[in-house]
């Protein structure tokens, strides 16, 4: 369907989400990323609104080379009672180089009236005013009506009347808004069916996420006849944020046969997704549809014996189009398939040996049992996996002891050191480790001590460190898991401790994540 537009516009309306900030170097990095995923229309923000969006739209002029998206401006009709050609804000649209300009109009009577302070007549003059002037300068004009749909249910002749308008002045696309994200699909497959049968326009969907349903909404207004979808990638937006646009890509390429994006572009969605994630600075959210990294991850053992057949069984679609893969949790719920899957997953074919996968599970059920968690810490079920495969846990030192002291003192902050003693290469090394915390000491003092013997570890970091209170009944003698995930700067690893200490479960956790950071170079165990 090449004539059905996608339309990002998670460098504007995605920017408002509380806690995101862009610079114009992030906008031109994601900017690029939503080009790989092919979608057709990039909105880049508000020219002449505020100095990054101006900026942006220079820099991207000079710099953005876009393979397939065209870059779009958004901004307002022309204020009331000023000629579109003499409104600032509408001349730094048509100076903005942006080969589209999407305006937002009121559509609701009451907002013109009461947010706008004008008439209805001024208001509509406003749109044809500021349409007209944008093409005769020769750029396309999309019309975002806002609160479009809150406008149609009380006055729904003068929501049209705007639609009517927009268009016959030379707007190209019509896009019906569920500012305030609060509509059902059913209303909004009906609204937008009308408004076609009404006006004649071609009609777009904005929808906002604030019943649950902007994804759903978006699919309805489709299904009734709108050939321009907008959303955000992650669903980044004010409030509850917006549609999220992979998602709704995806539904309608992978389950309605449409062709919105090009396959391949479809099959990079969960690496750019992530990736834009990581310049947003807001960790991926592993239950997000499709690109999420539990979207496609399966736990129960009934769930794991149905796949060991056919993945199709439990799944809805296949991961790789989205660029995803299957997972296989390990956790007290797993049976003996889970295990073989998981097995398979990390290159260990455990399928003809019975005993062997009947003891990984009970081994693994007893450790949950004690708080173990091994779904969200895959490093340290691969290394109890390796031990229990080989009879021998891949051993590449041994401590002798550790320790740990910190110095608080009024007025300053406290700093931690910490000793680790401990044979490797053959030589008994003491190390000492500074930081700003018992951890991150404990951390510094372990990596000092092996990497005299193995310099692969100097370059390991620490990236994340969580703790939970198992059973908080018992107060601060409570069981403590500590999950640590560490990275080489290619991959990253979680590892698992437990323990009623947190710096002793810390240290467990520590000690299996620089483990497994030694198995994945290749290093032959070995200690004295």
Excluded at 378 to 401: K, W, Y
């Amino acid at each position: 369907m090449s004539d059905f537009h996608v339309y990002d516009t998670t460098l504007r309306d995605g920017a408002q989400q509380e806690g995101l900030s862009l610079s114009v170097e992030d906008k031109l990095a994601i900017a690029r990323h939503l080009d790989e995923l092919g979608v057709g229309y990039i909105e880049g923000g508000w020219p002449g609104a505020n100095p990054k969006d101006t900026e942006f739209f220079r820099r991207a002029g000079e710099e953005l080379r876009l393979g397939r998206a065209t870059l779009a401006a958004f901004g307002a009709t022309r204020r009331a009672g000023v000629a579109a050609a003499d409104d600032p804000l509408v001349r730094a649209l048509r100076d903005s180089g942006a080969g589209v300009v999407t305006l937002v109009a009121k559509s609701h009577d009451r907002h013109v009236e009461h947010a706008l302070r004008t008439t209805l007549a001024e208001n509509l003059a406003m749109v044809r005013d500021t349409v007209e002037f944008l093409r005769a300068g020769g750029q396309r004009v999309f019309l975002d009506a806002e609160h479009f749909f809150d406008g149609y249910r009380d006055n729904p002749a003068y929501a049209l009347e705007v639609v009517r308008v927009a268009a016959e002045a030379g707007a190209d696309v019509v896009a019906l808004c569920d500012t305030n994200g609060g509509m059902l699909p059913d209303q909004v497959g009906e609204v937008v069916a009308n408004v076609l049968a009404g006006t004649g326009a071609r009609v777009g969907i904005h929808c906002h996420n604030d019943a649950g349903c902007a994804v759903a909404n978006t699919i309805a207004a489709v299904d009734a006849g709108a050939t321009h979808v907008q959303g955000t990638l992650n669903g980044y937006g004010e409030r509850t944020g917006n549609a999220d646009l992979v998602t709704i890509v995806a539904n309608l390429q992978l389950k309605r046969g449409m062709s919105l994006v090009p396959t391949d572009a479809l099959a990079e969605a969960t690496r750019i997704a992530h990736a834009v994630a990581e310049l947003t600075n807001i960790p991926p959210y592993s239950r997000q549809p499709y690109v999420g990294a539990s979207a496609f991850a399966h736990k129960a053992g009934l769930h794991a014996s149905a796949i060991k057949v056919d993945p199709n069984l439990y799944q809805h679609a296949d991961p790789a189009d989205v660029g995803n893969d299957m997972r296989l949790l390990v956790s007290d719920m797993a049976g003996r398939a889970s295990i073989e899957l998981k097995g398979r997953e990390l290159g260990y074919d455990l399928a003809g040996d019975r005993e062997l996968v009947t003891r990984i599970t009970d081994r693994v059920k007893a450790m949950e049992a004690r708080g173990y968690t091994f779904e969200a810490a895959d490093a340290s079920f691969e290394l109890l996996l390796m031990e229990e495969v080989d009879g021998v846990r891949p051993t590449f030192f041994e401590v002798e002891s550790w320790r740990v002291l910190t110095d608080s003192r009024p007025g300053e902050e406290a700093l931690s050191e910490a000793t680790v003693k401990l044979r490797a290469g053959g030589e008994r090394t003491i190390v000492t480790g500074e930081g700003n915390g018992p951890v991150n000491a404990l951390d510094a003092a372990l990596r000092g001590a092996i990497g005299q013997a193995h310099p692969v570890v100097e370059k390991l970091d620490l990236i994340d460190y969580r703790v939970r209170i198992l059973d908080a009944g018992h107060g601060t003698d409570a069981v403590i898991r500590v999950l640590i995930q560490l990275s080489d700067g290619e991959e990253s690893w979680e590892t698992v401790g437990v323990g009623h200490n947190i710096i002793e479960a810390s240290w467990e956790a520590l000690v299996d994540g620089v483990t497994y950071a030694l198995v994945r170079a290749g290093v032959e165990p070995h200690v004295s």
